[in-house]
């Protein structure tokens, strides 16, 4: 993992097979490929700039309420780095 920026998907592999996503406040979960996310968005590909492009249609992200955001995680990166 570089320094200088966020994690890639190139950082995970040989780490994830799947990457999961969840968010507390509405239940939402999913699980995704890291070789299709790979194929789709690219190595250098960041998690962060994935994670906005995905939770873009999130009521709470889209209301831009300070007091209510939107809390989607990838809980199993912290185990991967």
Sequence with gaps: M???S?????DLVG????LRVDCAKCG???SYSLALLIRECG???TILDWKDTLTSNC??????D??????AR????LNAL
């Design 59 to 64: 009521a709470r992200r889209v209301k831009g």
């Design 66 to 71: 300070g007091a209510d955001q939107c809390v």
């Design 28 to 30: 939402w979960a999913g």
């Design 43 to 45: 190595r250098n590909c």
């Design 15 to 18: 780490r994830l097979r799947m």
């Design 2 to 4: 570089r320094r200088d």
């Design 74 to 77: 990838c809980p199993d990166l």
């Design 6 to 10: 966020a994690v890639t998907f190139g």
